[in-house]
């Protein structure tokens, strides 16, 4: 299954980093599993940039499911740019979604995934309506 990132999306984040030569497989590209670990390295970033530092006494985001789309191998050595975009926020939740390329070659998607995110009160264990602050960062402008 195959699931497109939408066309009205807000970008957010953007972040460079190296393939580690222990990010590839035995068949000499990066394992699928690692693809999620950059998309989730991207997410935090992000949210402690914009000061989201959850709390387990408190709220803060929750991933509660997540994808990703390979289109082309990413192998060592590369430097990728990870970009990362939000959309369509919801009373408790809001997607992001990430696009990876090689910075050598601008514009060749090699991967794109994203993911839920709700947003939870830790202490009583449910979703929360999302903050007012979260729900401007997380709201994309309509052309």
């Not at 394992?31 to 690692?34: E, F, L, M």
């Not at 192998?75 to 990870?82: G, I, M, T």
């Not at 449910?126 to 309506?129: D, G, L, N």
């Not at 709201?139 to 052309?143: G, L, S, Y």
């Given at each position: ?9 807000k ?7 190296p ?11 990066v394992?699928?599993?690692?693809y ?8 935090i ?22 994808f ?6 990413l ?8 970009k990362?975009y ?10 992001t979604?990430?696009?990876?390329e090689?910075?050598d ?8 995934g994203g993911a839920?995110?709700?947003w939870v009160?830790?202490?009583?264990q449910?979703?929360?309506?999302l ?6 960062l997380v ?5």
């Open positions: 299954m195959k699931i497109e990132i939408p066309e009205v999306k970008l957010v984040f953007e972040m460079r980093f393939v580690r030569w222990g990010d590839m497989d035995a068949m000499g590209h394992n699928n599993t690692v999620f670990r950059y998309l989730e390295t991207a997410r970033e992000w949210m402690v940039s914009v000061g989201c530092n959850p709390d387990p006494r408190g709220q803060g985001p929750v991933i509660v499911n997540a990703c789309n390979f289109y082309k191998q192998e060592y050595p590369a430097d990728v740019l990870l990362l939000v959309s369509d926020p919801g009373r408790t939740t809001f997607e979604w990430g696009t990876m090689r910075t070659q601008p514009g060749v998607i090699c991967a794109a839920t995110t709700i009160d830790f202490p009583q449910k979703a929360a309506p903050p007012d602050w979260m729900r401007a709201t994309a402008d309509r052309i």
